[in-house]
């Protein structure tokens, strides 16, 4: 990982709710989870529970792998290395604990669009101590469904949701941000670069209908110190229930 600097990424961090990092990982890592997913999908996939995957209206492409975690002891391995949990530790505010690893492909042409949500409405954790590492393994353009930020909208807590019929993304936002699109932060990443952003923090993505496919590759920690709120998780699991696995 290239170096950062942890204070400004605090800083940052703190302020907007979501930073990118560059060169998170080395091409040769970008390789090495991309040969690794691909693998997965072919070989041992079809012998995990139904809700390791999402998969997009033509039924058979993947949309999402979910709980590699539990599921890929090599890329958990990856996920729980030291610079990782260095670099995540200041942001969620103590020791690091891996949470998910997981995956959004948004493949080409068919790639299906994520409604606007906040994490946490999936995670009910309390204090909102939790954030993702989204690392891109294909290039992120403005053409190829990238994910939009609302900077600081992680300081607004948990806002009003309601079921969004999305399979793989269960719960949206009951209203959509007053802020236009243009004054969104739009995470155009280099294969290798990642976002990483806060639990509450607002954000959604464009369905891709370019050829390019769009792989993102998640990383999940909570700080130790979190607890599941039972309000939280009661309206995730009427939505989620709705629209398996997610
Ligand atoms: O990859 C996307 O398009 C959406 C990602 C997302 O919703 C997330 O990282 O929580």
């Known amino acids: 990982m290239k170096p950062v600097d942890p204070d400004r990424l605090l800083q940052d961090y703190e302020r907007d709710g979501v930073v ?39 039924g058979v492409t993947v949309r ?14 990856l996920a729980e290395r030291d610079d990782i949990r260095t670099l995540v530790a200041p942001l969620v505010g103590g020791d690091p604990v891996l ?18 949500h906040q994490d946490n409405a999936y995670f009910c954790q309390s204090p909102p101590d939790m954030l993702t590492v989204w690392v891109a393994i294909d ?9 939009y930020y609302v900077n600081g909208s992680h300081r607004e807590g948990v806002l ?22 243009s004054a969104q932060r739009c995470a155009l990443l280099a294969p290798g670069d990642a976002s990483i952003h806060h639990c509450n923090t607002v954000h959604h993505s464009a369905p891709n209908t370019t050829e ?16 599941t ?18």
């Not at 560059?22 to 041992?44: G, Q």
């Not at 290039?139 to 469904?145: F, L, Q, R, S, W």
């Not at 009003?160 to 699109?181: E, Q, Y």
């Not at 390019?212 to 607890?227: A, K």
């Open 20 to 58: 990118i990092v560059r060169e998170f990982f080395s091409p040769d890592e970008v390789a090495a989870v991309r040969a690794e997913l691909d693998r997965y999908i072919r070989e041992d996939l079809a012998d995990k529970p139904p809700d390791a995957a999402t998969r997009e209206a033509d």
């Open 64 to 77: 999402n792998l979910w709980r590699l975690e539990q599921h890929n002891p090599a890329l958990r391995r």
């Open 99 to 116: 949470a998910a690893v997981e995956t959004f492909n948004k493949p080409a042409r068919i790639g299906s669009g994520v409604p606007y």
């Open 139 to 147: 290039p992120v353009t403005e053409a190829n469904g990238p994910v």
């Open 160 to 181: 009003p949701t309601k079921p969004s019929g999305v399979r793989g993304n269960s719960i949206g936002l009951a209203f959509p941000p007053d802020t236009p699109l």
């Open 212 to 227: 390019v496919p769009r792989l993102g590759f998640l990383l999940v920690f909570r700080g130790r110190h979190t607890r």
């Open 229 to 246: 709120d039972p309000s939280l998780k009661a309206t995730y699991q009427a939505a989620a229930s709705a629209n398996p696995p997610a």
